[in-house]
C-alpha cells in the first residue's frame, strides 16, 4: 500500500520553529517528487514547496520563502518541512504528497493524513 | 500565479441527482487540471487527473470534461458517500493553485 504519514505538528509560539516529518511507504519514495499542501482551519488548500526526487529543483510559495526549508532522505524514504518564524497565518493542517508525473501532466496522489500546527501565544 | 474559480461554493443536492461543478482558470492551462474530493477530518482524494482521467479505483460516476480555461467535474447520479467538498487544481504552472472548493451538501 502507498502511503504517507506525517508527524512533528503542535503548538508552537509566533516566532518559534516546527519540522515536520513525512515518511512514505509501499513505494520508491527516491523516484518521486514531493509536496507540502496546507489547509487553514474551515479554509480552501494552499500549495507550500516543491522538492524534486534528487533534490536539484526546490520551489516555495511566497507566502513561506525565507521562513520554510524543504528537504529530504532518500535514503530514510522522509521529507521535511522546516518552519522557522513561524506567524499566526501558519497556522494549518499541514499534508505531504506524492506527485506522480507524465510526460503531459501531473497530479498529487496520495496525500498524508496531516499535521496539525498551531500558532499562538 | 493561475488563479482558479470554482462554480458553485455550496451546492445543496439530493440522492440520485446529476451535479455539475465548474473551475475556470485565470489563463490556458491546456488539460493541466486535477479534481480532488475531501471529507471533513481527512485528506484530499484524487479523483481527475488530466481534466478527463478517472483515477484508479473511483466509481465511474464521477466525470471531468474540459480544456484551456474552462473545466467541469460531473457527479451523474450522487449517492451518499459523495457529499464533499470538491477542489479544483492546475499544474500548469507553479506555484500549484488551487480553487477555493465546493461543498456539496445534503439537500
Known amino acids: 500500500e502507498v502511503k504517507l504519514v506525517e508527524s512533528g505538528g503542535g503548538l508552537v509560539q509566533p516566532g518559534g520553529s516546527l519540522r515536520l516529518s513525512c515518511t512514505a511507504s509501499g513505494f520508491t519514495f527516491s523516484t518521486y517528487e514531493m509536496n507540502w499542501v496546507r489547509q487553514a482551519p474551515g479554509k480552501g488548500l494552499e500549495w507550500v514547496s516543491y522538492?524534486?526526487?534528487?533534490?536539484?529543483?526546490?520551489y516555495y510559495a511566497d507566502s513561506v520563502k525565507g521562513r520554510f526549508t524543504i528537504s529530504r532522505d532518500n535514503a530514510k524514504n522522509s521529507l521535511f518541512l522546516q518552519m522557522n518564524s513561524l506567524r499566526a497565518e501558519d497556522t494549518a493542517v499541514y499534508y505531504c504528497?506524492?506527485?506522480?508525473?507524465?510526460?503531459?501532466?501531473?497530479?498529487?496522489?496520495?496525500w498524508g493524513q496531516g499535521t496539525l500546527v498551531t500558532v499562538s501565544s | 500565479d493561475i488563479q482558479m474559480t470554482q462554480s458553485p461554493s455550496s451546492l445543496s443536492a439530493s440522492v440520485g441527482d446529476r451535479v455539475t461543478i465548474t473551475c475556470r482558470a485565470s489563463?490556458?492551462?491546456?488539460?493541466?487540471l486535477n479534481w480532488y474530493q475531501q471529507k471533513p477530518g481527512k485528506a484530499p482524494k484524487l479523483l481527475i487527473y488530466?481534466?478527463?482521467s478517472l483515477q484508479s479505483g473511483v466509481p465511474s460516476r464521477f466525470s471531468g470534461s474540459g480544456s484551456g480555461t474552462d473545466f467541469t467535474l460531473t457527479i451523474s447520479s450522487l449517492q451518499p458517500e459523495d457529499f464533499a467538498t470538491f477542489f479544483c487544481?492546475?499544474?500548469?504552472?507553479?506555484?500549484?493553485?488551487f480553487g477555493q472548493g465546493t461543498k456539496l451538501h445534503i439537500k
Open positions: 522538492i524534486s526526487n534528487t533534490v536539484n529543483t526546490i
Open positions: 504528497a506524492r506527485v506522480v508525473t507524465t510526460s503531459t501532466t501531473d497530479w498529487f496522489d496520495p
Open positions: 489563463q490556458s492551462i491546456n488539460t493541466y
Open positions: 487544481q492546475q499544474s500548469y504552472g507553479i506555484p500549484y493553485t
Open positions: 488530466a481534466a478527463s
